[in-house]
C-alpha cells in the first residue's frame, strides 16, 4: 500500500498517519520528497486494505500494490489453469465445451426435444431456466421445481449434465437434488449472501459477471465462493452495459485474456445475452474461442417467436448445427480441441 | 406496440407476424409505406410485451408504445405524490427529510453517541447497516442480529426511527423486529426474490438504484414491491457508474426530476456514496434538494478513520451540523422546508 | 511517481529500470516488500510521465504523484479563483451569469427578438451559433459569417457580449472579428489543433467537456488553452454519456464542486444539453447553482417547433423568466447574487 | 417516422401537430389507440428528421423507421461490400490485411528499420504519426513534415504503403503530398470540418471510432466524408471509453459484424489500442479475424522503452512475428487468407 500525503500536510499529520499504521501492526517506509511526502506501508496489503486511511487527514491518496483477491489469483496456483468438471464434463482443458439450451425450461416436449438437438450438434452441458429473474414482475417467472424435474429427464434423455440458475439462498436445497452446476446470474452477482450459500454446495458454480462490474468485482465475487470452500467455479464474461444501444449489451471479450491471466478459474462467453442479436451470436462465439475462452454457452430454442423468453436471441437448432462447425474450426487454429 | 418489418419481409411473412398478433388476442393496424411495413398494435402494451416479437421472421424493430411499469407510475395515482411514513417522520410531503448515520454499526457506544449527534443537528431517520454488502469477503460484515439490537437502543434513545438493510430474504423476519424501514442496496436492486419478499413486508422499503440500472430498471424493481401489495416504496439516487474515476460514482441527479415527473413514490439522495468525497458530500446535497429531492440520506461518523467501513466517506458531526444548516437555506429557496 | 514491479521481476531488470529512470536525470528511492519492489521517483512527475516506463521490462504499475496539470491548478494560482471577462461581464466572481439565445441563428428577426427578451429576463451574455456541429451532413450547418453578422446585430440591440462556437483553425480570424467569447465544443474538446489555435486569441474561450471525457481529460485541454499564453478560459459541464437513455445525457453536476477545488477556472453549467429535456431544464439549473456554478447556459427559443436546431429542447421566453426567478432565490441562499 | 401523442394531448394539438407534418410535404396516417394516438409520417424519414418535431405540444415520443444514413449503408451498394485500396493493397477482399508501425515516425533509422521488420513478417501497410494527438500540450506532438518524409522514405525502402493522421483541415495539402491514406483519429471523429474537408480527398481515409461514440455516430461521421464525394472509407473500431479500468479502452468486437451487416465499407480493428495491454494484444487481433475484420491495425516499435509515445503498447518485431503466425490459421479457419 502507498500513501501520498497531501502538499499543505504537516508534520504532525504525517507522523499521525505513520503512528496509526504502526498501531495497526504494519511497517513504514517514508520519502520526503519536493512536493509529497510517500509512505509505503510494508506488510500484507488485503490487511492494511481494510482500515480506512484515506480518512486520515492529511492523506491524498491510497494505492494498493497487490490485487484484492488472493484464491482466485493464479499465482495461488502457482500460475496454472483448474480444471472443473460439470458431471463428467472437463471444462478449463485443451477441449472447448459447449453449453447450450432454451432461456426457460416451458414443457418436457420442449426441453427434450432442443437438448436431443444440442447434443447431436455437439454440445456437452444442458442449459435451462426453473426460477427466471426478469425485469418485469408480470413476465414468465419460470416453472421452479416442475422446471428442475424436467431438466433431470432431459438429462436422462441424453446423458447431458445440466446447469440452471439459483436466484435465492433459500433454493439451493432443492436445486442441489437436480442440477450439475448452478448458474449466477449477472444480476445477483454482487448478491454476497447467495455467494457464500453456493461457496458451501457441493456442486461446481457458474458466476455471471454483472452488467457494470468491473474484472475485479468480478474476481471479488468468485473469491467470496472459494473462501467458503468451494473451489469449483466458472467464470462468464456475458456482455457490460455501455452506451452503445444497437446491441443488446457490450460482450467484453478484452476479460478473457485478462481473466485468464489473472486467475486459475476457467472461462465462459455467453454470447446470446453478450450481443443480444441472433444474427451476430455465431460470430461473436467464433470471436471468443480465438481469444481463448474454454467454454461457450449459448440460447437455443426449438420455436423461439413462442418462446416464453428471450426468444428474439435464441438460435434455431440447425443454426446451432452451423456455429458448431465453424467454431471448431477456429477451435483448432488457436491449437484447441472440441 | 408498433413493428417496423424489414425491408426483404416477404408479404406471407408480414402476414404471419398479423396472425400470431390477433393469435395472441390483439388488433393491428398496418400501414405500408414506401420502404417498410409499419404494423400497430392495439390493446395493452404491458401484455403484448411478454411475447417475442422480435423472435417472428420479418421484424425489424419492435417498439413499446407505453412504459412497462404500471402501480409505480404517477399516472396510476392520478398525477398526484404518495407519502411514505418511516416511524412517524412522513417523506414526500412538503418537508424535506435527512437520513444519518453510520455505514456500519459497531458498538453501543457509536451508535448511540451517533444518533444523538446528528438528531440534534436536525436529522429525523437514523441509518446504520447490521448486515453489509462488502466487495471483499475479507471486509467488515457486519454485527447481525446484535447490530439490529444496537440500533433499537439508539432509537429508544433518541427517538429517531431506523432504517438498515435487508441483504438476503431469510434476514426478513429477524429484521422485521427491530426496523421502521428496510434498506434493498444497489446491489441488490435486481434480486427479484428479495423484492417480492419485502413486497409482502409490513414496513416501509427503500429501494436503491443500481450501478448500472437505467431509471426505467429502477422503476420496474419498484414495481415488483408493489405488485406484492407493498406501497410504502422510496426510490433511492446513489451514484451510477460510468467511466468517471475521480469521483467514486457519478450520483445522476437528472434522475430526481425525472423520477419525480414519472412515479408518484418519494425519492431520496445519497450523495455519500454518489459522489465518494467526504469534501464535496455538502455540494452534491445542497444540489439534490434544489432539483426536488424529497430526502437525503448521509453518512456521519464521529471517527472516521477509525470506521469499520467507509470512514474516507462520512462527514464528522461538526461537518454534518454545517450541512444541515446550508440544506435548510436551499429548501426554503425551492418553496421546502426541513 | 512510483514504480511497482512484477513479482517474478530478476535483480537485472529492477536494476535495469532504476538505470533507465538515473539516465533520464531523475532520482530513485527503492524500497523492497515481502512481494514486490517499489521505485519512487524523485523529481518532477510531469517531466518523468513522458517516458514509457511500463514497457520497460519488469515493471508492473505505474502510479503518478502529481496531476497532469499545472497551469490549469488551484496550487498554480495560490488556491485563489480566477474571473474571467466575456465583454464587460465578470464570470467567477460573486454573481451567477446566465447565458442565454438560441441553438442556431437564423435570422435577423429571430436572433434580435430573442436577445431582448433574455436581457429583459436577466441574462448578461448571449449565446447563437453560426457555424454549426451536427452529427449529420444533411442537417442545417448554420449561417456562417451572415449569423456572425446577426449576432453583432444583436448585439448592438441589447449591448450583450456573445459567445459563438468554433469548429475549424480557419475560422478564428473571421470569428474574432464579431464574437465576445469563444465557444469550443464538446466533440472538439480533444481537437488539439483547435486548441492551440484559441490559445493565441485575444478572446476568452469556454471550452465544453467531451462526452467520454473525465474531469482531467477536461482540465489537460484546457491546459493546452492556457499553454499557448491564454489564461482567459472557462469549463463548461454540458453532459456526459452514460448507459442512461430515458435523458439525452447525463449532466455530471459531481464535475462543479470537484473543479472548483481542482482548478482556478470558473465553471459554467448547461443543462440544455446535459438532461435534454425542456421540462427539465430548470430542475438541474438550480442544482447547478447549488453546488457551486459560476454561470449556467441554456437555450431559449421563441418558435422551438420551427427551430433549425434543438427546438425540443429549447425554453421558451416566458419560461426563461420564470426559470430566471428561480435561479436568483437559490443563487441567494448559497450567498451568490444574479 | 412514428409519432405517439401524449396521453393528454387534446384534439387540437394533434390536429396541430399533423397540420405541420402535412406542411412540411409529408403525409400522415393516424392510428387512435386506447391509450394514446399514434401518427405514422409517410415520406422520406431523413427529411422529416430536421424538423424538431418532438418540439410540438402534445408529442410524448418520435421513433424514425429508417436509420439516418444512406450512401454508407450496405442497401445503398445493393447489399455488397466495398473494396478500398491503399496504394495497390486491397481492404475488404478474401485477404486480411495487416497494418503496422510505430505510434510516432521518431528518425529516419527508427521508422525503416521497422518498415523492413513488418514488412518481412507480413504486413502489408505502415502506419506511423508524423502530428500527434496528445493529451497533454507537454508530451512530444510529432515531428510535422519532417516525420511525412522520413514515411516516405520508408516506403521506398520498402514498397510499404503508408497511412498517417491528419489533425487539422489545414495539413491536408501538405500530407496529400505524402501519404497513401488519410487516418482520422478517434478525438476528431466528430470534428465535421475536417471530415468535410478529406471528403473531399482524393485518397483513402480510415476514420476510427471515437471513445463514446456509437455505431450509429461513427456510420453517420462516416457519411460526412461519403457526401462530399469520398467514397474511399475504412471504419476502424479502436475501443471504447466504458468503466472497465483494467485495460485501457474496451475493444469492442461487437461493432465488427454489425458495421460489415449494416455498411459496405471494410472494416479495420486495431487491437493496440483496444485493450491496451501489450501481451494481450494478439489475442484480441485473433478475436477480430474470428467475427470478421478485414484488417488489423497494430503498433510495433523496434525499442518501446525509449519510444516517443505509447511504448507500453508496442509490441517487439519479434512478437510481431508470432501475430502473423497466429493470425494466419485463424484467417484460414475463417475462410480468408493472409
Redesign the interface.
Known amino acids: 500500500m502507498?500513501i501520498?500525503t497531501k502538499?499543505e500536510a504537516t508534520a504532525d499529520q504525517i507522523q499521525h498517519i505513520i503512528d496509526?499504521i504502526v498501531e495497526w501492526g504494519f511497517k513504514t517506509?517514508v520519502?520526503r520528497?519536493?512536493?509529497?511526502t510517500?509512505i509505503?506501508v510494508?506488510?500484507d496489503?488485503?490487511a492494511i486494505?481494510?482500515h480506512?486511511?484515506?480518512?486520515?487527514?492529511g492523506v491524498e491518496s491510497v494505492?494498493p500494490?497487490?490485487q484484492?483477491y488472493k484464491l482466485v489469483s493464479r499465482?495461488f496456483r502457482g500460475n496454472t489453469s483448474s480444471v472443473v468438471k460439470i458431471g463428467n464434463v472437463a471444462i478449463g482443458g485443451p477441449e472447448i465445451v459447449l453449453m447450450s439450451g432454451p432461456c426457460s425450461v416451458e414443457s418436457k416436449e420442449q426441453i427434450t426435444a432442443i437438448a436431443q438437438d444440442i447434443q447431436k450438434a455437439g454440445a456437452k452441458i444442458l442449459r435451462g431456466g426453473a426460477f427466471k429473474?426478469?425485469?418485469?414482475?408480470?413476465?414468465?417467472q419460470g416453472l421452479g421445481e416442475d422446471g428442475l424435474k424436467l431438466l433431470a429427464e432431459a438429462r436422462d434423455a441424453t446423458g447431458l449434465p445440466i446447469i440452471t440458475e439459483i436466484?435465492?439462498?433459500?433454493q439451493l436445497e432443492m436445486i442441489e437434488k437436480y442440477a450439475d452446476c448452478l448458474q449466477i446470474g449477472a444480476?445477483?452477482m454482487?448478491?454476497?449472501?447467495?455467494l457464500?450459500e453456493v461457496g458451501r454446495s457441493r456442486l461446481p458454480v457458474m458466476l455471471k459477471r454483472?452488467?457494470?462490474a468491473?474484472?475485479?468485482?468480478l474476481l471479488?465475487s468468485a473469491?467470496?465462493i472459494l473462501?467458503?470452500g468451494n473451489f469449483n467455479v466458472l467464470l462468464c464474461e456475458r456482455g457490460?452495459?455501455?452506451?452503445?444501444?444497437?446491441?443488446r449489451n457490450?460482450?467484453?471479450?478484452?476479460?478473457?485474456?485478462?481473466l485468464k491471466?489473472e486467475t486459475h478459474l476457467p472461462v465462459v462467453v455467453d454470447p446470446t445475452h453478450?450481443?443480444g442479436?441472433?444474427?451476430?451470436i455465431a460470430?461473436?462465439a467464433?470471436?471468443?474461442?480465438?481469444?481463448?475462452a474454454d467454454a461457450i454457452m449459448t440460447e437455443v430454442h426449438n420455436s423461439?417467436?413462442?418462446?416464453?423468453?428471450?426468444?428474439?436471441q435464441?438460435l434455431l437448432p440447425h443454426e446451432f448445427v452451423d456455429l458448431v462447425a465453424?467454431v471448431r474450426?477456429?477451435a483448432?487454429?488457436?491449437g484447441r480441441a472440441l
Chains 1, 2, 3, 4 share one sequence.
Request: with cysteine; glycine share 6%; aromatic share 6%.
Open positions: 502507498i501520498v502538499p496509526r517506509d520519502s520528497g519536493e512536493h509529497r510517500v509505503g510494508i506488510g496489503d488485503r486494505r481494510e480506512p486511511i484515506a480518512a486520515i487527514p494505492t500494490v497487490l484484492p499465482e429473474p426478469r425485469t418485469s414482475p408480470y413476465a414468465f436466484m435465492d439462498t433459500r444480476r445477483n454482487q448478491n454476497f449472501s447467495l457464500k454483472g452488467l457494470s468491473t474484472i475485479k468485482d471479488m473469491e467470496y473462501s467458503e457490460i452495459r455501455t452506451f452503445e444501444t444497437y446491441t457490450t460482450l467484453d471479450l478484452n476479460a478473457v485474456p485478462v491471466a453478450g450481443i442479436l441472433r444474427e451476430h460470430s461473436m467464433l470471436a471468443a474461442v480465438a481469444c481463448g423461439p417467436e413462442l418462446a416464453k423468453s428471450d426468444g428474439e435464441a465453424r474450426k477456429v483448432e487454429a488457436v
